[in-house]
């Protein structure tokens, strides 16, 4: 059954759901890495894929920016069309100075300041965590790979232009390897429902030292990061 932000039928999504912020992405990731994919959702442009990856049934969606955007998608694939594992695939500023540009990072655990957790914990700190056997898998691919990889805790921020810039350096200071918008999130919904969650960076740019990566850069890692994802997802 369509639910109010999916109008996939019944049984169109497989088992995981590879995860991008921007729907464009998603329709790459289809058109460049699955075989006979398929659009089976388009509410809002939000767009959603099934294929295979080497003969393995995968899809792969949007989920647009920040918490509440990607916490109603994965809510409703988890619950409504029976997905059970998702990986996020993004991009993220590094606040850690031993962290390189292009380097991918698992996030471990994802640290926040969006009151998500707290809402669904009686206002208690609750450990936003990955799911263990897609962290050792992706860990793994990557080292196989040979793509320079980073385990450890993130920042899911609400604010994209914070305007309190000396947080980046009390979250290097605690070792937060980077900033996303969704990690947080995403675990919160998996554990609230029972599913398995990852989530996969590539560092886009480093907050502290306000360097970026040139479009040709953010393109191969990207291609890097989305080849250590698919491989996750279906071993
Ligand atoms: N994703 C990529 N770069 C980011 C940043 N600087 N802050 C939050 N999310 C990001």
């Not at 590879?18 to 006979?36: C, H, K, S, V």
């Not at 385990?151 to 921020?157: I, K, L, M, Q, T």
Request: aromatic share 8%; with cysteine.
């Amino acid at each position: 059954m369509a639910t109010p932000h999916i109008n996939a039928a019944d049984g169109a999504f497989a088992e995981t759901v590879l995860m991008p912020g921007d729907p464009l992405r998603a329709q790459y990731i289809a058109e460049n890495f699955l075989e006979n994919a398929e659009l089976v959702t388009d509410v809002r442009n939000m767009f959603g894929y099934t294929g295979t990856y080497k003969g393995k049934k995968v899809s792969v969606m949007g989920h647009g920016m920040g918490i509440p955007s990607c916490s109603i998608y994965v809510h409703e694939l988890i619950k409504d069309y029976g997905v059970k594992n998702v990986i996020r695939v993004g991009s993220c500023g590094a606040v850690k100075d031993d962290v390189k540009l292009m380097d991918v990072i698992v996030a471990q655990g994802a640290s926040t300041d969006s009151k998500v957790n707290r809402t669904r914990f009686a206002d208690h700190d609750f450990a936003a965590i990955c799911d263990f056997h897609l962290m050792e898998t992706a860990v793994g691919e990557a080292r196989k790979q040979n793509v320079s990889v980073r385990v450890g805790n993130v920042f899911s921020a609400d604010l994209f232009y914070s305007p309190e810039a000396d947080l980046f350096n009390k979250m290097d200071k605690l070792g937060i390897l980077a900033v996303d918008m969704e990690a947080a999130g995403i675990y919160g919904v998996a554990a609230e429902l029972n599913a398995r969650a990852l989530t996969i960076l590539t560092v886009s740019d480093h907050i502290i030292r306000g360097e970026a990566l040139s479009s040709d850069e953010r393109q191969k890692s990207f291609n890097e990061m989305m080849t250590v994802s698919l491989e996750t997802a279906i071993n």
